[in-house]
């Protein structure tokens, strides 16, 4: 007889246990390294009332669909134990050609499932689509290729990207489009939310857990898609009162500084409360200086990359509308200096 040739199962089976070992021994690492630092997207940490309405819908479904998964794998089991083929058995299974009980069981059973979930949903949908509280702040969110404006009517104050609350205060948040359809979404907030062009759409919540949350645009709406993201700071009332009252506060305006920004070229697309520079095309700069991130959260508020986007936008933020207006080195930190003493 010729020797039996190895078996490449036994290989691929090592080779497969060799990649499990692989991943998990890459997970640790990845965690030990700091995936800790990584923003939170998570969906089932909620941290407002809207959050947790969707998420009590989802452990519904969860639930019902772990259900379902347990049964139909045990009967799956148990059909393949019990009717599996047998030493000495021989020719064809007796067939079986229709079983009037078990087709009304599998199509009621189903249906009856999904009445149950339709229950939680539906009232769900009816909940979140109530008018907001009474005691609530407006908030009027435009989206724009690629950044978020945030104005507060009732407030007098207009700011770009970062979006303040105070926690246990419901946020009315009326949405729109300058150009393209976007969509507001903030993971650990509430679900997602169309922004239309020609036409406002409603959310709101009330932020139950103080905290930094990051959001993103949700819809696919040009080359800098993936770059257009938002921070929301909820915040304790008093908190919220003070950056109120920073927010109204005059700028101390350095007139070297505002006359290179005007002289720059800035003026024409971007505002400056209390100066010639009125601009709505780009972000308001007005407290430009107590934002924690520019260019809509891809960089920190800090002199060296401000100075970089100041240098070249579209090297940092692809089809970003700003020009580069291939300002010397000296204008570059000259603006630094002005855009960053806006507090």
């Keep these: 007889m010729e020797p039996r040739s190895p078996q490449p199962r036994s290989i691929s089976s090592g080779r497969g246990l060799c990649s499990a070992v692989a991943l998990l021994v890459l997970g640790g690492s990845l965690a030990a390294c700091g995936l800790a630092d990584v923003p939170d997207w998570s969906t089932i940490q909620p941290a407002s009332d809207l959050s947790r309405s969707i998420q009590d819908v989802y452990k519904t479904v969860w639930f019902w669909t772990a259900g379902i998964f347990v049964v139909v794998e045990l009967l799956l089991v148990y059909a393949i134990i019990r009717y599996r083929r047998r030493p000495g058995d021989s020719g064809v299974p007796d067939q079986v050609h229709g079983f009037t009980a078990l087709e009304i069981a599998w199509t009621l059973v189903p249906a009856a499932i999904l009445f149950f979930i339709a229950i939680p949903t539906v009232r769900t949908i009816f909940e979140v689509q109530q008018k907001p509280p009474a005691d609530r702040i407006e908030i009027a969110v435009i989206g724009h290729q690629w950044w978020w404006e945030f104005e507060y009517p009732d407030l007098g104050i207009v700011t770009a990207n970062e ?28 679900g997602k939310r169309d922004l ?59 007139s070297v500084g505002l006359q290179a920004f005007l002289s720059s070229g800035c003026a024409a697309c971007h505002a400056i409360a209390g100066t010639p520079a009125q601009a709505k095309i780009g972000p308001d700069l007005t407290k430009f200086g107590s934002r924690s991130t520019i260019a809509s959260g891809l960089l920190a508020n800090e002199p060296d990359q401000l100075a970089a986007w100041l240098r070249d936008p579209e090297s940092i933020k692809p089809g970003v509308r700003m020009p580069n207006l291939n300002l010397s080195e000296e204008r570059i930190a000259s603006l630094v200096a002005y855009l960053r003493s806006l507090r």
């Excluded at 993103?216 to 938002?230: I, K, P, V, Y």
Aim: glycine share 6%; charged share 20%.
């Design 163 to 190: 979006l303040h609350l105070p926690v246990g205060r419901t946020a009315n948040l009326a949405l729109a489009s300058a150009d393209v359809i976007h969509s507001f979404w903030v993971p650990r907030l509430g």
């Design 196 to 254: 239309n062009p020609g036409s406002e759409n409603k959310l709101w919540f009330t932020p139950d857990s103080v905290g930094v949350f990051i959001g993103q645009c949700a819809e696919l709406c040009g080359t800098s898609h993936a770059n257009m993201r938002l921070k929301v700071f909820v915040e304790t009332a008093d908190s919220f009162d003070a950056w109120v009252e920073q927010q109204r506060r005059p700028a101390v305006q350095d």
